[in-house]
DNA sequence: AATTGTACCTGTCAGC
DNA sequence: TGCTGACAGGTACAAT
């Protein structure tokens, strides 16, 4: 589900809404998506703090509670937050929060390969240390994506997707980002000539921004938590369109595979 | 050290 | 209808 334009409209949405609740209760129905803690270990110390801020870096999502501890989640492929009221239920439901007020925040994964990290007060948010350059902040600067780029060996498009490199771009927003550009997949990092980098690097900021505003993608089952669905899927160029006519120069759309996964775009405007 | 392939987990869909 | 294989928004780790 969820690169991060996806992460950050689930987080924008838990902040709006998590008027700071207490945590009453957690109940984990699947204990395999924990890493660093367990059941007894989140009963222990989550009942009673309150979600103080909760914000993303790169395509995690990190609540912190008025104790000075965090919950960090990664949807990985198919995770989910929904508030839910009463005896409501969602498909996959793997645990839950009971919040102040009648009201829970249910976690639920088709794939269980998301996880779930807790960390103690005082503890580094270790999970998060590799992490690349947040692409929207200020210090994502053109001169630092031109050094980082043009010593790398790789094809650009699994080269976007490495998270130590930048940090939340996933499978669809690679993709379209390319597309904007107007640069092939498959062209080499280091081949790329300064104004190929600074067409990559306004399209990575411009795509992620607009997705952003549009709530991101809605493809599959992908909403926020209280249910809202992305609107950019009604923008994507490429992204699952292959033997489509091209609306920039009336190519065909193309589906690859690099690295085991799909790419799309477009021959005749990509070089 | 960096890049690429494999494993993880479970569901959906197309083709036979 | 049932089976099989391909594919799915991701990353950790092993192999190269």
């Known amino acids: 589900m969820p690169e991060l334009p996806e992460v950050e409209s689930i987080v924008r949405c838990l902040s709006s809404n998590i008027k700071p609740p207490?945590?009453?209760?957690?109940?984990v129905l699947r204990a395999d998506i924990l890493v660093n803690t367990s059941q007894e270990h989140l009963c222990k110390h989550?009942?009673?703090?309150v979600m103080q801020k909760i914000y993303r870096r790169g395509k995690y999502i990190v609540m912190k509670f008025s104790n000075g501890g965090h919950l960090v989640t990664h949807l990985r492929m198919s995770g989910l937050y929904r508030f839910l009221n009463g005896n409501e239920t969602v498909p996959y439901l793997r645990l839950w929060f009971e919040l102040e007020g009648d009201k829970?925040?249910?976690y639920a994964d088709k794939r269980a390969l998301g996880r779930i990290w807790l960390y103690l007060p005082g503890e580094p948010l270790s999970v998060?240390?590799?992490?690349?350059?947040?692409?929207?902040?200020a210090d994502f600067t053109l001169e630092r994506f031109q050094q980082s780029v043009?010593?790398?060996h790789s094809p650009i498009k699994p080269l976007l997707l490495n998270q130590t490199f930048v940090a939340g771009i996933g499978n669809i927003y690679a993709s379209e980002i390319l597309y904007q550009a107007g640069i092939s997949p498959s062209h080499y990092a280091s081949d790329?000539?300064?104004?190929?980098v600074y067409k990559i690097y306004r399209a990575i900021r411009s795509i992620l921004e607009q997705a952003i505003a549009c709530r991101g993608t809605h493809i599959s089952d992908f909403a926020d938590p209280e249910g809202n669905e992305g609107e950019f899927v009604n923008r994507l160029k490429?992204?699952?369109?292959?033997?489509?006519?091209?609306?920039r120069c009336g190519g065909i759309i193309q589906r690859t595979?690099?690295?085991?996964?799909?790419?799309?775009?477009?021959?005749?405007?990509q070089h």
């Open 46 to 49: 989550l009942p009673g703090q």
């Open 150 to 152: 043009h010593w790398r």
């Open 104 to 106: 829970k925040l249910g």
């Open 257 to 269: 595979v690099q690295q085991q996964r799909s790419t799309y775009w477009c021959p005749g405007c």
């Open 238 to 247: 490429v992204y699952q369109k292959a033997g489509d006519i091209c609306p």
């Open 192 to 196: 790329l000539t300064s104004e190929e």
């Open 128 to 137: 998060l240390t590799k992490l690349g350059p947040e692409p929207l902040a």
């Open 22 to 27: 207490q945590i009453l209760k957690v109940i």
